[in-house]
Structure formats: structure tokens, C-alpha cells
């Protein structure tokens, strides 16, 4: 099982986290001072390094703005909730939420991706869950701020599951 | 209560289940049938000697749900109204063929090609094309998750028009939004609920991430804020279409095939049908939200138009809500049809027979197919990479039949199912409230001049700006008159409608279609009759402003309203077609399809929130020349500028009572008789080119109408108030002419050469010359017999309007 996790690079206009920071000031969070997103692919199947390598440049990245981190799991140790990648700004003080969609929601993406994969010539079965990182920057933040974040601005309990990083 | 179950279908023990044990099945089902449904059901089946299969059930629960069979708007009413102790009674068999439709066919207008039958109404657009619309509501799926009930309120409506005839192809689309006051504070937000912002941002995201990736504009729609849409926003989403006259008329035979075409099948949306019929509370069903994927339909669109052409397929209709079950059913409805359901192409496998059938996966269409033509469509889907099956054939057998891996799992008469739904008789009441004229409003110039400014800046009159700018309004590069008009783009002002030129369609043309619409919730809360009329005549008068002509403008209805099972709210409904009847009638213009939404109403720890009245009417009109229109910003310094229509003390449900917490006044009446001859007059005077700019009075008046026109333009004014003519003549104040928001009013701009050929026009009509266009930076409302001058520069009070809603 391998995990790829994709950063906007830090020298283009971090726009989402901009935005994100607005709203999470209006909630009254002020501790915090920057805010990250990165997108998830979680992808299971019989696949080797090089496959992923090739999905992630190929398919997923924007190679100009962003870049990649991969990381293997054993599929016997791995969490769906433990999508522990170092985020790419060394700090000693972030907090981050991961977003999934329900096992039971249909991903679009994730539909699109399979088909992509074929167009590259990729003919094996493998199972892809996307998700989001947010990462905060600045204090630390309780798990209680963390779970107001995720309700009020990031997640829709019906559809979606998170978990809170410290 | 299940004896058996064969391949995942269950036998329901239901002939021996006694009233009450019906109700708490029908309950813990979802099936959202009543006691008499439910008794109904039962003794068709004791009629055939058989309990029922679970997915026969959930076919029944489906056909005759609210948001499929309009249960509430087509059946008996018992409607009492009452007016100063006074009592009126009328009995409806059914409302909407006795009051909207009716209008249509006693209008009996030859525009009018295919009405209330397909998934969209349609219309002439030349002798040989016509124009499809619909508008549909989205209310629930965005209520649970904003982004993706917005996203599929798009794509589902496009798919409306695709399934209309043998399929339309999509020049434009609308999206009209109800939210809560965006600035509301934390506290007020119920414990549960999102605040606005997240639930306008989502929406506004759905709609633009799927109206942009299909490559269909939006160009047209509106924004309401009240806070009575804090749990349950409203979301309309419209789209109009092109298709041959010779194709709108669908065909079907015993021993035609069924295709399926588009995304596979999962759970998502299962009971989307009988959820929309119910209200919402906490514990709303995760299956009824759907996730939407633009990318695929636009397949199934350009491939579908091409099969069509090629006359590969004799009927079509989309997957909307219901599924197959409503898809299928409906086509097969005079026929018969044998449908296998293991032949559906499925995401996942596990799915049981009846979640197959009833499923509302988007991005899906049903095609009739002369077996003739099966390979040749085939081919024609797959060399495009779209996903197409056969799953059944059309009978003469009157039946509906279901199979599943050899199993028959559902047998049932089409008449029970379409025709035999029982008719309940619902009881209904409106009280009229008596209207006061408010106490003299007599402002001094700077409370006038601050009272504008806060008008300027409230969220339903401010600029819309950062939400129109999201959306690809030009795609396709038809869109002639866009949903911004200005100079400059830092001086775009909203437009009173759009306008589609579709020549890359109709080669050679010179002909238009308008689009515009008209909303106004607050003055339902006092008055819904008023409400209706007001909404048809704004739509009416936005299509006109910019070069419609009235007799070539139709219009569709969609009503939103609260629980309806309720007598006092759906006496308010009654009241408001009883006016859509009237206005109809009296504008000559036919109602070609609506939809409605009801039980609008949403529970958090049992406290009710319950969304005030809304309709919108959506107006489409034919222009023969799209050269002959015009805009809403001032053009030129000197030029004249003359307001139509009378004024009068109409503030009840304004936008100035709003904000000065004034009670009484009087809800604007529509003096049709006045308005119908003002529109002819107005198209007379823009296809003679004799105007060069034109916007329609409506929230917040004269003034908000003058300066919006000055924004747009970057241009200053001087009105003088005292040329208003007004009714009763001298008399109202001066703050009441500025914000009075009587119907029937425009403001047009006219060069001095031509004012000599517009007032002959005008001759013996009610209008006055009121300012010219300055060359300042200043907007210059002055009354020199009130002794009163409101003076700010045109940029002060612009950034009061440009408060820039920014989510």
C-alpha cells in the first residue's frame, strides 16, 4: 500500500490556505498563522514503487507548482487515519486534520484516476481513496480547536471522516 | 414480515398487515407512502392473490412520490379564504391544472410546441428550431451537502434538457440562490447547522465546478438573503437547449430496446424520490447525497446529440430522481416493459435488485432503440468511451416486469402504478391581511443619503459580483448580452437579463433568446397572491429591459415552500397560483413548466425551521434581432433620462421598511393593464432604436435603479424627484417616491434627438422626464418644492454597493 501525499510548492501563492485562514479568524482561532493543504492518495493493490512514481508524475502532479512526497505501508499496519508524512515546512509546531470521503460515497476523482491509470497502460486493479491535509502553523492547537476546525469548516460529517493530528 | 427472499429481493408479508402495522412499515421502509397509500397497495395485491416483492414496494413508493407525482399540487384541496370575516370557498381536483396549466391552455399561443409533458417545457424559437427550459430546485441534496446537491442541481437539470424529445442540445444555464444572512452572528446559528458562508460557498463552488467543466454558460439567475433560509438553503438551477421541431416528439414501441448510457450504478441517491418528500431533520439519510461528475455527461451530451442526428434512437429521458424505476417507468408507461436488472453496469458489486432500480447515480440517460439501429449505437457510444447497455425491451404487455438473474421479481399492472395512486382530500386556508399605508415618511437629505447607502450595501441589492465572476458566462461564445454589463471591469453592473445568440446552431440567424427571472420572498411573508404577481411581473420586465417582446416571452414556476401538509401553508400556495392564473392570463404570457419543492422544513433537537414562501418565475423570450437590445449603464453625458410607470405609496415588504423596521405600507400591486402597455412600447422603442439604455425599478426603487445604472457606468445623474408622477398626484414624501417599490416602473436613458420619436411613443401613457446623464462624479437626487438635495459622490456611494461578498 503505498500513500502519496502532494504539496503546492512554497514559492507559488498558497490561495487555499489563504482563504482558509480568513475563515478559521473569523471563528475566533487567532493562534494561528498559516495553513497548508495537501491532497491524499491512498492507492492499494499490486503495485511497485516505480508503478506509483510513475502515477504521481505522470497523473497527479503539476510539476511546475507542486511536488510529491510517496511513503509505503505495510497494508497489515496501515490506519486509514494515520497518514503520517512530515509536512514539508520544518516546524516544530503544526497541527494538522486529515478529510476522507465515507468508504460509501462514490469519489468522482477516484473514478477518473481508475480510467487515467488505464490510459497509461497501468492494467492492474488498485483501489485509490483521495483525501485532504490541512496543516496549521503557530501554537499548537488542542484537539478541541482541531474538531471545532474540522466541524465548522472543513468537514461534512454525512459524508466525510477526520481525524486530528497533534 | 418477510417470507422469502430470492437473489437478494425479499417477499413482504403485507395482506395481513393491519392499518397500523402499514403505517410503521411504510416508516421503517423509507417509503414515505401513507395509511391510504399503503391500504391502497394492499388490496391490489389482494386483488392479484400475492404479497409483494421488497423492489415492486419501492417502484410504488417511488412513482408516487411527492417530488415524481406532485401529490399535493394535483390533488383535492378544500380552500378556504377569508378577508375581513369574510369567507370564500373552492374546492381544487387539482390545483396546478386549475390555475397554472389551466392559464397555458386557455392562452392557447402558438409558441407553445410541447408543455407539461417532457422533462422541459418548449418553445418556437424559429420555423424550424425551438427552445427547451426548466428550471429545478435542489433544495434537499444541498441542504444535507451544499457542494454536491448544488453540483448535481446543474448537471441533473441539463440532463432535463437532454431528455427532452430526442434531446436538446444545452446553450446556457441559470442558478437562482436563497441563504441566510451571510454576517449573521455565531450565536444565532442553531446548534447542528453550518453557518451560511459555508453553505453559500459550497453551493456557489457546485455550481460553477460543474456548470464550467460541462462547457455550458450561466448566464442568468439571483441571489436572496433572508434568515429563513439558515438550515435549508434553496438552490434553482435552470438550463435552456436547442433541438429541431421535428425531433421533440418521442416514440415508442413494443419490442424497442432499452438502452443505458453514462455512469455505472451505485447506492448513491437511493430514496432521493420519497426524501425529497419528507422533511429533514438530523439523522437525514447519507444515501440520498450524490456526488456529481461533469466530465462524463458532457460525454453522454456530445455523443447523444450525434446519435440523434443520425436518428439511431426514437425516445429518450435522463436518470433523474427515481432512477431507472422513474425513468423506465414513465417511457413505459403506455406500453409495458421487461427490464434485467443484472444487465446494469454497477460500481460495486453487492448491490441488492430494488437499490439497482431505484438508484439516482447521476450522469445517466435511457434511450429507445429500434433493434435495427442496436449495433450501430453501440458502436457510436463506445467509440466515444461511453458506457452503453441494454437492459430491456418495451411490451404491449401493460406490465411492468423485473428480472434478475432469471428471477422475476416484480410484475405489476402500469395502470396501478401511474394511474391508481389514491387522491386524498387536503384542506387548506389563507387569511388576507389588511395592508396600512405606513405613517408620512419625511427624511432630511442626510438620513436619505445614509438610508441609501445602507440600502446600497445590504446583501440583496449589493453587488453580486464575486459570484457571477465564477462562472464561464461565455463559453460557447454565444452569449450576446452577459450578466454584467459596464464599461470597464472594475464598473460592471448586474444586468436585468441575459441574452443567448445560438448562430453556431441555427446557421443564419438573427434571432435571440432572453433569459431573466423574478423573486420576491419578502413580500410573501405579508401577502403571497402579491408576491406571485410581482415575481411574473419582474421576470416580465427584466426579459423587456433589454429588447424582449412580450407577446414571445413564456414563463416557468417554481414554488418552494414550507410543510404544505399544514392548512395555513398551503393556503399561502393556493393564494400564490391563484395569482399565477391572473397574471398569466392577464400578461398573455403561458407558463411552459415549473417544478416545485415542498416541505421545506428541517428539525434540530425538535425545534422547526421552516423557509418562508419563495417562487421564482424564470422568463425566456424569442427576439428576432439580437442587434435590437440594449443595456442597463448610462451611455453618454446630456442624454435624458425618463422613468415609465407610476409611483405609488408601495413600501410594504421593501427593502426601505426593512431597514427603518416599519410594519406597515403596502405590498406593490401589479397594475398589469398599465404594465402590459409599457413592455410593448419599451420593445417598439428598442427595435426603432430610441433607447439607449434601459433597467427595471425593483428592490429598493427609483433610487437604487438610478444608481445601479450609474455604476455600471461610471457616469453621474441628476434626477429631479418632484417630475415623478406619482399616484395619488403630490402625494408622497420625498423619501417614498425614492424608495417606493411600485411594479411597472423602468428607467431609460434617451439621446436628445430622439426624445421628440419616444414621447410619441409614450403619448397618452404615464411617464416623465426625471434627470440627464452629468459629467461629475456625482449622483444628485434633488426635490427643490421639498426643498431636499441628496448629493454623494458617485464612488462613495459605488464602494457602498461593491461591500464585496467574498466567501
Known amino acids: 500500500m503505498f500513500g502519496i501525499e502532494i504539496f503546492t510548492k512554497e514559492y507559488f501563492k498558497n490561495s487555499f490556505g489563504e482563504r482558509l485562514l480568513l475563515d478559521v479568524y473569523e471563528f475566533g482561532f487567532k493562534d494561528i ?50 497518514f503520517k508524512i512530515l509536512p514539508p515546512i520544518s516546524s516544530s509546531s503544526f497541527s494538522a486534520i486529515e478529510v476522507w470521503y465515507k468508504n460509501s460515497v462514490t469519489d468522482t476523482l477516484v473514478e477518473s484516476i481508475g480510467k487515467a491509470m488505464k490510459d497509461l497502460n497501468i492494467k492492474k486493479s488498485i483501489n485509490v481513496k483521495i483525501g485532504y491535509k490541512y496543516y496549521f502553523y503557530g501554537t499548537l492547537l488542542s484537539p478541541r480547536t482541531l474538531n471545532n476546525i474540522a466541524i465548522k469548516l472543513l468537514v461534512n460529517k454525512l459524508i466525510q471522516e477526520y481525524n486530528v493530528i497533534k | 414480515m418477510i417470507i422469502k427472499s430470492i437473489v437478494g429481493c425479499k417477499i413482504i408479508k403485507l395482506l395481513n398487515l393491519s392499518y397500523k402495522q402499514l403505517n410503521e412499515f411504510s416508516r421503517s421502509m423509507n417509503l414515505s407512502l401513507s395509511l391510504l397509500e399503503m391500504i391502497k397497495i394492499k388490496s391490489y395485491f389482494k386483488k392479484i392473490a400475492r404479497n409483494p416483492t421488497d423492489i415492486e414496494l419501492e417502484t410504488i413508493a417511488q412513482t408516487w412520490s411527492e417530488h415524481c407525482k406532485h401529490k399535493t399540487l394535483t390533488g383535492i384541496i378544500k380552500y378556504t379564504e377569508k378577508k375581513n370575516g369574510r369567507k370564500k370557498i373552492r374546492v381544487f381536483n387539482n390545483l396546478l391544472k386549475e390555475t397554472i396549466f389551466r392559464a397555458t391552455i386557455e392562452l392557447n399561443k402558438k409558441q407553445c410546441l410541447s408543455v407539461f409533458k417532457d422533462n422541459a417545457g418548449v418553445v418556437e424559437f424559429d420555423h424550424k428550431n425551438a427552445v427547451a427550459f426548466k428550471v429545478e430546485t435542489h433544495n434537499h441534496p444541498a441542504a444535507l451537502e451544499p457542494y454536491g446537491g448544488a453540483a448535481t442541481g446543474i448537471g441533473g437539470v441539463v440532463r432535463d434538457i437532454l431528455g427532452v424529445g430526442l434531446g436538446a442540445k444545452p446553450v446556457a444555464a441559470t442558478s437562482v440562490f436563497c441563504f441566510a444572512n451571510l454576517d449573521i452572528k455565531k450565536s444565532q446559528i442553531p446548534t447542528g447547522a453550518c453557518h451560511p458562508k459555508r453553505i453559500a460557498k459550497g453551493i456557489i463552488s457546485g455550481v ?61 441517491g437511493v430514496h432521493g424520490a420519497t426524501f425529497s418528500s419528507i422533511n429533514l431533520d438530523q439523522q437525514s439519510n447519507i444515501n440520498a447525497v450524490q456526488i456529481g461528475n461533469p466530465i462524463v455527461e458532457k460525454k453522454i451530451l456530445d455523443v447523444m446529440l450525434k446519435a440523434r442526428d443520425l436518428n439511431f434512437y426514437k425516445a429518450v429521458t435522463d436518470c433523474g430522481a427515481g432512477g431507472l424505476s422513474s425513468a423506465i417507468g414513465e417511457l413505459a408507461e403506455q406500453t409495458g416493459a421487461v427490464v434485467y436488472l443484472d444487465k446494469v453496469p454497477v460500481k460495486y458489486s453487492g448491490l441488492r435488485p430494488w437499490e439497482i432500480w431505484i438508484s439516482e447515480s447521476q450522469e445517466r440517460m435511457v434511450i429507445v432503440v429500434e433493434r435495427k439501429n442496436k449495433k450501430k449505437i453501440i458502436k457510436i457510444f463506445n467509440e466515444e468511451n461511453v458506457e452503453a447497455t441494454f437492459i430491456g425491451e418495451f411490451t404491449n404487455s401493460k406490465k411492468l416486469v423485473l428480472m434478475y438473474k432469471n428471477n422475476m421479481l416484480a410484475n405489476m399492472d402500469m395502470f396501478f402504478i401511474h394511474k391508481d395512486l389514491p387522491k386524498p382530500v387536503r384542506y387548506a386556508s389563507y387569511t388576507i391581511k389588511n395592508e396600512q399605508v405606513q405613517e408620512p415618511i419625511k427624511l432630511h437629505s442626510f438620513e436619505i443619503l445614509k438610508l441609501l447607502k445602507y440600502l446600497l450595501a445590504d446583501l440583496n441589492i449589493c453587488s453580486k459580483e464575486w459570484i457571477i465572476r465564477q462562472y464561464d458566462h461565455e463559453v460557447q461564445g454565444q452569449t450576446i448580452i452577459k450578466p454584467l454589463h459596464g464599461n470597464t471591469i472594475e464598473t460592471s453592473g448586474h444586468g436585468d437579463a441575459s441574452v443567448i445568440f445560438p448562430y453556431t ?22 401577502n403571497t397572491y402579491k408576491m406571485a404577481a410581482s415575481a411574473i411581473e419582474e ?19 417554481n414554488f418552494c415552500w414550507g410543510d404544505t401538509d399544514k392548512s395555513k401553508i398551503l393556503g399561502s400556495l393556493i393564494y400564490a397560483a391563484k395569482a399565477c392564473y391572473d397574471m398569466s392570463k392577464a400578461f398573455c404570457v403561458p407558463f411552459i413548466s415549473g417544478k416545485d419543492s415542498l416541505h421545506n422544513e428541517y428539525f434540530i433537537d425538535k425545534n422547526k425551521y421552516s423557509i418562508p414562501p419563495v417562487l421564482l418565475i424564470s422568463a425566456i423570450g424569442i427576439i428576432n434581432d439580437v442587434t435590437k437590445t440594449v443595456t442597463m449603464p448610462f451611455k453618454k453625458e446630456n442624454n435624458k433620462i425618463y422613468i415609465l410607470g407610476v409611483t405609488r405609496n408601495e413600501l410594504g415588504g421593501s427593502m426601505f421598511t426593512k431597514f427603518k423596521n416599519i410594519k ?31 433597467h427595471d425599478c425593483s428592490d429598493g426603487g427609483l433610487a437604487v435603479a438610478v444608481s445601479e445604472m450609474s455604476f455600471a457606468s461610471n457616469k453621474g445623474v441628476k434626477i429631479n424627484i418632484d417630475t415623478v408622477k406619482t399616484e395619488p398626484k403630490d402625494s408622497l414624501t420625498v423619501t417614498e417616491i425614492m424608495f417606493s417599490e411600485s411594479n411597472g416602473r423602468f428607467i431609460v436613458e434617451v439621446k436628445p434627438e430622439n426624445e421628440f420619436k419616444f414621447k410619441k411613443i409614450f403619448k397618452n401613457l404615464i411617464f416623465s422626464e426625471i434627470g440627464y446623464i452629468i459629467n461629475e462624479d456625482v449622483i444628485i437626487f434633488e426635490s427643490k418644492k421639498h426643498k431636499l438635495k441628496v448629493k454623494e459622490k458617485l464612488s462613495v456611494l459605488s464602494n457602498f454597493w461593491r461591500r464585496n461578498i467574498n466567501l
Not at chain 1, 52 to 79: M, N, P, R, W
Not at chain 2, 545 to 552: H, L
Not at chain 2, 666 to 693: D, F, G, Q, R, W
Open chain 2, 539 to 557: 421576470s416580465l420586465r427584466n426579459a423587456v429591459s433589454v429588447g424582449a417582446d412580450i407577446d414571445k416571452i413564456s414563463i416557468l414556476d
Open chain 2, 664 to 694: 406597515n405600507g403596502i405590498i406593490p400591486v401589479v397594475y398589469y393593464a398599465e404594465s402590459k402597455i409599457i413592455m410593448k412600447k419599451i420593445y417598439e422603442t428598442i427595435s426603432k432604436n430610441l433607447i439607449e439604455s434601459c
Open chain 2, 208 to 268: 460553477r465546478d460543474y456548470g464550467n467543466k460541462i462547457g455550458i454558460p450561466i448566464v442568468n439567475g439571483a441571489t436572496c438573503f433572508d434568515d429563513g433560509y439558515i438550515v435549508n438553503p434553496l438552490v434553482f438551477c435552470g438550463a435552456i437547449g436547442i433541438i429541431p421541431q421535428k425531433r421533440i416528439e418521442k416514440k415508442i414501441c413494443a419490442g424497442d430496446l432499452i438502452l443505458i448510457v453514462g455512469g455505472k450504478t451505485g447506492r448513491d
Open chain 2, 505 to 526: 446552431i441555427v446557421k443564419a440567424t438573427k434571432k435571440g433568446i432572453v433569459l431573466s427571472n423574478g423573486l420576491n420572498p419578502r413580500y410573501g411573508k405579508i
Open chain 1, 33 to 82: 498563522k498559516k495553513i497548508q493543504r495537501s491532497t491524499l492518495y491512498l492507492m492499494d493493490g499490486d503495485l511497485k514503487y516505480k508503478d506509483v512514481l510513475v502515477i504521481s508524475k505522470k497523473l497527479l502532479i503539476d510539476k511546475v507548482t507542486e511536488f510529491h512526497i510517496i511513503k509505503q505501508y505495510s497494508a497489515s499496519k496501515y490506519k486509514i487515519m494515520d
